[in-house]
């Protein structure tokens, strides 16, 4: 493997658990030799969404480069799934668990390699996993373990996909703009009025812009964002709560129709 530079923590654990999570992590490069890593900023992703972690780390997978280590630490799902390691064809090395939240960036990346992790805890199952075993495990591979040392190597059908399907909310912003898993709007009109619809559900009325700000405070609009090639997104013009307005969050549907004449 080639030398991993840099470390971004993906995770919903937002209060003192986050600071454990960087001083444990901390000390294990330390006690591996590791002196010249970077530990940037965390990634907070919404709790126990699958959705949310998805995206975030999609979205950011455009952005870090080769030798990146992507450590993904979220509040257990229903399921109880194995604890994975690998790494995409472009060179992102990922540590987390098999929820399906890696999906994402191997359909669009490529899966080099897949391994289920074997490090072994001494506490019990209702211990803090991440800190017990994602931790050490991404410590090691920046370290320079073979990944055969930590655990047995697994076809790419054994990686979890979570589906997530076109029209699909992946993520509400601090004031509530959300993103849209769904190709760029094309051929709709500047100022198109729209009937929004969420979960199959006539909502409200809006309108397509190619510029949210130019639009009345107050109007819903359907606008081409900015991230991953432009996912539309829906917001209400300087509203700091539209989201919540509309009782959407993340795994929700959110569509449109052309309202005629």
């Not at 840099?6 to 209060?15: A, E, G, L, N, S």
């Not at 990146?68 to 992102?92: C, E, Q």
């Not at 992790?117 to 075993?133: A, L, M």
């Not at 917001?235 to 309202?259: I, M, P």
Request: glycine share 10%; hydrophobic share 40%.
């Amino acid at each position: 493997m080639e030398k991993i530079n840099k470390i971004v923590v993906f995770t919903d654990c937002y209060d003192i658990a986050y600071n454990e999570i960087y001083v444990v992590l901390s000390n294990a490069l330390k006690e591996n030799g590791v002196l010249d890593v970077t530990l940037d900023p965390p990634v907070a992703i919404k709790p126990f969404s699958i959705v949310n972690a998805s995206f975030s780390i999609r979205l950011l997978a455009d952005h870090y480069p080769c030798g990146t280590l992507f450590l993904v630490i979220m509040n257990a799902t229903s399921k109880n799934p194995a604890r994975i390691f690998g790494k995409t064809k472009h060179g992102i090395t990922f540590v987390g668990n098999n929820s399906g939240y890696f999906g994402w960036l191997i359909e669009d990346f490529g899966l080099e390699f897949l391994y289920e992790n074997q490090i072994c805890r001494s506490k019990d199952g209702r211990s803090f996993g991440g800190k017990y075993v994602q931790v050490p495990t991404a410590a090691k591979l920046v370290a320079g373990a073979v990944p055969q040392a930590l655990g047995l190597k697994r076809e790419s059908s054994f990686l979890y996909r979570y589906p997530i399907a076109e029209g699909t909310v992946v993520h509400c912003d601090n004031f509530g703009l959300m993103k849209i898993k769904a190709p760029p709007p094309k051929g709709i009109k500047d100022q198109q009025k729209l009937k929004i619809l969420i979960n199959g559900r006539a909502s409200v009325e809006g309108l397509f812009s190619k510029n949210l700000k130019t639009s009345a405070d107050g109007t819903w609009v359907v606008f081409q964002g900015s991230s991953l090639g432009g996912l539309p997104e829906l917001g209400k013009v300087r509203s700091k709560h539209s989201a919540d307005a509309l009782g959407v969050q993340e795994g929700d549907q959110v569509t449109w129709e052309e309202v005629k004449g």
